[in-house]
Structures are given as structure tokens and as C-alpha cells.
């Protein structure tokens, strides 16, 4: 394995460190994730679709019965 040094200037960086925090991961994994989905050629379309099954996976607590009635919805009748 080898290790890369990326210089940021500290605005990027902090915003990154930002937004590793939120995705509960490091700036380090982001860059990662990043180089492997760029070497593995993967087009947008696909980078997309996978990213669709990952957030339907994390999707837990949905239930169709929750719903409100169209009506409701729309605020019509009121």
C-alpha cells in the first residue's frame, strides 16, 4: 500500500474535515473512496446507481401505511 501527501489550502480542508464528520469518516477515507472510484473507471451513470442502492439501503424507518391522504397532502377541503 502506498501512502500520498496532498497539500489543501486550509478553507478546502476545514470544509472537507466538515463533511467527513457528517459522513462519520475521515478526510483521508473521502480521498480514498474517491481515488478508487476514479482508477476503477466506474461512468457517472453507474457512480449514480450505486449511490441510489446505498442511500435505499440506509432508508430504514419508511412505511407506506404512514402516509397522509392526498387530500391532506394538497390541504384541499380546508
Same mark, same amino acid.
Given at each position: 500500500? /502506498?501512502n500520498?501527501?496532498?497539500?489543501?489550502?486550509?478553507?478546502?480542508?476545514?470544509?472537507?474535515?466538515?463533511?467527513?464528520?457528517?459522513?462519520?469518516?475521515?478526510?483521508?477515507?473521502?480521498? /480514498? /473512496?474517491?481515488?478508487?472510484?476514479?482508477?476503477? &473507471? $466506474?461512468? $457517472?451513470? #453507474?457512480?449514480? /446507481?450505486?449511490q $441510489?442502492? $446505498?442511500?435505499? #439501503?440506509?432508508?430504514t424507518?419508511?412505511?407506506g401505511?404512514?402516509?397522509?391522504?392526498r =387530500? =391532506?397532502?394538497?390541504?384541499? &377541503?380546508a
Amino acid at each position: 500500500m /502506498k501512502n500520498l501527501t496532498v497539500s489543501l489550502d486550509d478553507d478546502t480542508y476545514r470544509r472537507a474535515r466538515m463533511i467527513a464528520a457528517q459522513r462519520d469518516t475521515s478526510v483521508s477515507a473521502l480521498v /480514498k /473512496k474517491f481515488l478508487l472510484d476514479l482508477a476503477s &473507471g $466506474e461512468s $457517472e451513470t #453507474e457512480r449514480l /446507481k450505486r449511490q $441510489e442502492c $446505498e442511500l435505499r #439501503e440506509r432508508i430504514t424507518d419508511f412505511d407506506g401505511s404512514d402516509r397522509l391522504p392526498r =387530500d =391532506d397532502v394538497h390541504r384541499r &377541503g380546508a
